[in-house]
């Protein structure tokens, strides 16, 4: 989690500054970049990058669910867009403290991940770092031409879905702050900040479905994610906030920590899970389909609206949250 605004706007100067050519698809300011190598087919890119101390603390994040989520951030991407991810690259800038030892566990479960989902390394770097370890992904994936969803393509009228609860991530690193880490009974909201799973099966059902117009995967939580979705396709977006589904567990941890429970759900990030609009008419069609297909149910949690921004309705008041991060909500 970066500061929005910063972020935000490094990314445009960048994207101003760049250059297209025409075999690329779709180019900077999506979940991957996309490119087609021949007639009908399409390759998709990804990259990201985790520092020691911003993006994770190895006081409590294990190596070996560190290497896993370091390949699942990046497969997420690829899932986003509803491709199928196939091969990695690894770069570690590592300091001394990081051993052998680490290195061994970070290595068995970067490869256990790729390996569920049939990715292949195939490079990558090593370097030393004088003071803070960082960890570089990229990711290869491709699909057909036909099937590819970008952050484009919202219209007013369309139902806003997500694959799952929301704000598990946020909570888990809350309570790992806490020194609640190792307690058994946080484990599910543990688990998912430490080790969260990309949501490959389901964006390829929503991607050969044909009847998703715009999806991303949710990195910075609902607020940010649906902006980006409505800044891309030049809507709006209306939340309704007893609709955005939550855990009893996390409802349970938002009382000890003493903080509203949607908040996490809105601005915490890292629950990758995927965010999708469909046609009013296709839900209950799109439904059926994930559940026969895949076995999963997926969540209304608003509407795409005429204008621009996101905003929350909440006991009949609406208030703007797009680009909110974790401080806005206080
Ligand atoms: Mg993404």
Redesign the pocket.
Known sequence: MTRPEGERGIIARIRQAAGSSGDLVVGIGD?CAVYRPSPGRLNLVTTDTMVAGVHFDSAWHPPLELGRKAASVNI??IA?MGGVPRFALLSLALTPGFGSEWLDAFTAGFLAVLSEHGVVLIGGDTVQSAHESVLSVTVLGEMAEGELITRKGARPGDVVLVSGVLGEAAAGLALCRMGLARDPGWQPLVGAHLDPVPQVPLGRVLAASGLVHAM??L?DGLATDLAHICAESGVGAEVAAEKVPLSPLLRKAAEICGQPPLDWALAGGEDYQLLFTVGEQEVARLRDLVREKIGRELFAVGRIVEGDGVFLVEAGQRREISYRGYEHFR
């Open positions: 979940d997420s991407d986003a991303q995967d990195s």
